[in-house]
Structures are given as structure tokens and as C-alpha cells.
């Protein structure tokens, strides 16, 4: 991983830990269908199963158990998928959406933003969170950004947060990802 690409995982990484939802709208229905993306496959966490490029994840566990998974796109870092278990213990989906929400706002300009309730199956509950806008600041900013942000209360209460961010042109469709995600067990 490239100095340019390691520079993006903090950023990421504040970005989940505010990560929230909330909003109103219609309700978006996300398939669980793997993508039909060249050279896409699935892949397999503990509770979630979804569709990545076949790129080598990089996996962290914190003390307290939280599982992260990651993938960049080698070399530049321009494609970004990031799956925390469990980053909000103890908030609610409403309080998660919404943080989740002012962080994109606050990290870069948001021209557009959408926040409305998903339906996963098998899930409790779900809020995705689409953004797009300039990206405003250091290597990427003069880049378009879009990104997606699914976070699913499984039905065991946890939460699972997936964010997709992609910088500049030719990068696949960040919904593409999101809408191959599926709960496990």
C-alpha cells in the first residue's frame, strides 16, 4: 500500500467512528444480489456476506472484539471499501445515521446527500446515506467524490456499518457494493 492510499484509512476510519444515520424519503431496497461487476467476488464476514473486487482485504481486530475490513484500490486508493462490525455499541440507528451524515457534510462538499431508510433482509433495521460533491482537500481535491454508506442493525442488535467512497472517474458504481451486501447469520 502506497503512502498516498495509507493516508485515506484515517480518514475512513474517523469517518465510521462518526458514522450514523437518520432522514426521512422513501425506502431504499437493497437486493443481496452479487454484482454483476467483471471481476467481482464475494466476500464472506462474520455476519455479512458482499461483493468486492478481488482485491486482498486488510482485516483488523480491535481488543474489544470489533472486526474492520477493508479494500483500496492498489497503488491509488481511489476506490475505498471500508465494513466495521459493530462501531456504534450502545447508539441507535437514528443517532448513527445522522452523525454519520454531518461528518460527510464537515469532511467534504456535500452538493448532494440523501439519508433514508433501507430494507435489508433479515435486519432489524437499516439507513443508507448517499453523497456526492467535490472532494474539496489534499490529493483528491479535484476529484468528484461519491460515496455510499449502508449501516444494518442485524437481528441480534449489532450493528454493521459499510462505506464505499470513490474519488474521480472511472471507478465502479459505489451502490454496486451496497447492494450486494446480505446478512449471514
Not at 113 to 122: C, D, H, R, S, Y
Not at 155 to 168: F, Q
Amino acid at each position: 500500500m502506497t503512502a498516498r492510499a495509507g493516508a485515506v484509512w484515517p480518514v475512513v476510519a474517523f469517518a465510521i467512528l462518526l458514522a450514523g444515520c437518520g432522514g426521512g424519503g422513501s425506502t431504499t431496497t437493497i437486493s443481496g444480489r452479487t454484482t454483476s461487476a467483471n471481476a467481482f467476488t464475494t466476500y464472506q464476514g462474520r455476519h455479512y456476506a458482499l461483493s468486492v473486487p478481488p482485491w486482498k482485504p486488510f482485516v483488523n481486530q480491535s481488543p474489544t472484539g470489533r472486526i474492520s475490513t477493508a479494500w483500496s484500490t492498489p497503488g491509488t486508493g481511489n476506490f475505498v471499501i471500508l465494513v466495521t462490525d459493530d462501531p456504534h455499541p450502545e447508539v441507535s440507528l437514528d443517532t448513527a445515521a445522522n452523525t454519520s451524515a454531518q461528518a460527510s457534510r464537515t469532511g467534504y462538499h456535500v452538493t448532494k446527500q440523501t439519508v433514508v431508510p433501507a430494507k435489508v433482509a433479515g435486519a432489524q433495521a437499516a439507513r443508507l446515506i448517499t453523497d456526492y460533491g467535490p472532494h474539496g482537500v489534499g490529493y483528491y481535491q479535484a476529484y468528484p467524490q461519491k460515496d455510499a454508506n449502508l449501516i444494518v442493525t442485524t437481528p441480534r442488535g449489532v450493528m454493521i456499518n459499510l462505506l464505499v467512497v470513490a474519488h474521480g472517474t472511472g471507478n465502479p458504481d459505489p451502490m454496486s457494493v451496497i447492494d450486494s451486501f446480505r446478512l449471514t447469520g
